[in-house]
């Protein structure tokens, strides 16, 4: 099974900040890796698909990159409404798993 | 619009069953992968199962292998997960969520249905 470490495991930051989320695989994944936003009482959200694609609807504040083991999430300015626990995960082998999760909390 | 909804959730003495729906709408049904996925209470996100949009493969998670199922009727628009042998460790919220068009990511979601697995 393919382990997704996310880090780091809390993310203080103020509004208008540049948020930066690692995953890092077990082993090379290529780009299969996506990205999910899920706040409080939520289901998740797809952000970001094959490492680097906004899913439809997703703002161009988020970005993704990375391709193998290590891989980048970046919120180029955090809006109020970006506060939640973002996870990856990876499609390249069965079973699929995600990250442990990230969140990103106000400062 | 794309709607899921998860149906069958409850509180259920371990070593017993329970079986949970997903009913979709809003989309070609059988034209898509479905997933379940659980969390949980207060924990991450685990992925459990997929079937195949024709129901010919499916494909579970080590924790489960064995003792669920997942299953599909296309005619229904529905996916189940027949859940057996119930321990306290399968406690979560079971979200299903559908692939999207390449199967690159879950791009829709459920509500999610709440299982409690208690004596």
């Known amino acids: 099974e393919i382990v997704l470490t996310q880090s780091p495991a809390t993310l203080s930051l103020s509004p208008g900040e540049r948020a930066t989320l690692s995953c890092r695989a077990s082993q090379s994944v290529s780009s299969y890796l996506a990205w999910y936003q899920q706040k409080p009482g939520q289901a998740p959200r797809l952000l970001i698909y094959d490492a680097s694609n906004r899913a439809a609807g997703i703002p161009a504040r988020f970005s993704g990159s990375g391709s193998g083991t290590d891989f980048t999430l970046t919120i180029s300015g955090l809006e109020p409404e970006d506060f939640a626990v973002y996870y990856c995960q990876q499609r390249s082998n069965w079973p699929l798993t995600f990250g442990g999760g990230t969140e990103v909390e106000i400062k | 619009q794309v709607q899921l909804v998860e149906s069958g959730g409850g509180v259920v003495q371990p070593g017993r069953s329970l079986r949970l729906s997903c009913a979709a709408s809003?989309?070609?049904?059988?034209?898509?992968?479905i997933h379940w996925v659980r969390q949980a209470p207060g924990k991450g996100l685990e992925w459990v199962a997929v079937?195949?949009?024709?129901?010919?493969?499916?494909y579970y998670a080590d924790s489960v292998k064995g003792r669920f199922t997942i299953s599909r009727d296309n005619s229904k628009s529905t996916v189940y997960l027949q859940m057996n042998s119930l321990r306290s460790e399968d406690t979560a919220v079971y979200y299903c969520?559908?692939?999207?068009?390449?199967?690159?990511?879950?791009?829709?979601w459920g509500q999610g249905t709440l299982v409690s697995v208690s004596s």
């Open positions: 809003g989309f070609t049904f059988s034209n898509y992968g």
């Open positions: 969520a559908k692939d999207d068009s390449g199967g690159r990511g879950f791009d829709s």
């Open positions: 079937i195949s949009y024709d129901g010919k493969n499916k």
